[in-house]
């Protein structure tokens, strides 16, 4: 009982600096003038590469997260955080392709099957049931059609971070895609990760996301990177 709660008082406290740690670190750009106006800038100037840092560590964040739920630590040997925020990164970077295509080309779609003026509505700055419907149609048809193979791409090099223990340079090494797609757990991916996080939590989510101004669409998506790490934590338990 005793060892029980101390090994209980220890969790609480990684649990405690871990969240002081991620206020440190992101309470400035909330707080500070400076901070904010220096973001807001570089990101105007600098989408793709903002993308890279953003999902980097928010994301890279969530799958820690996932983590201590899974396992009950934030970090453990062969883990990999470095090649696990590089992965995130340049994913990060393909999502906001993927926003900024189908954020576009949904609306031409919507107005060639009748719809009309779906491109305006969806740029207004006001809010309506239209654009709602817009919004709507842009994230279902990103998550049917890109969130998939995202999701896919993401768990082989999870994987492959895994078996090559963790490190940058196991990670430059070829990826044994054909191994690894035999041992992917297809039932669970399909059955919880495709059939029920995309129509139940992703559809929705992003629907939110591309309501809000373009410049605040790929921080917002990378947010929800967050959790995506809880939900990976879940699906790892199903697993």
Partial sequence: MHVSALKSKAMKKQDFLFILGVAVVLLPFFVSEPVCHWYHSFNAGHGMVMSFFKFAILSTLGEVIGLRISSG???RKGFGILPRMLVWGILGMGINVAMI???NGTPVVLQYLGMQDAVGIFHSDGLSWEKVLVAFA?????NTFF???FMTLHKITD????ENGGTLAGFFRPIKMREIMMKLNWG????FV???TIPLFWFPAHTITFLLPGNMRVLCAALLGVILGVLLAVGARKN
Avoid at 138 to 142: G, K, Q
Avoid at 159 to 162: G, M
Avoid at 188 to 191: F, I, K, T, Y
Wanted: proline residues 4%; glycine residues 4%; aromatic residues 16%.
């Fill in 101 to 103: 295509i189908f954020s």
């Fill in 138 to 142: 842009v994230s279902v048809a990103m």
């Fill in 73 to 75: 630590v934030y970090v």
């Fill in 188 to 191: 669970v991916l399909w059955g």
């Fill in 159 to 162: 994987i492959h971070i895994i």
């Fill in 194 to 196: 495709f059939k029920k």
């Fill in 147 to 149: 969130a998939p193979v």
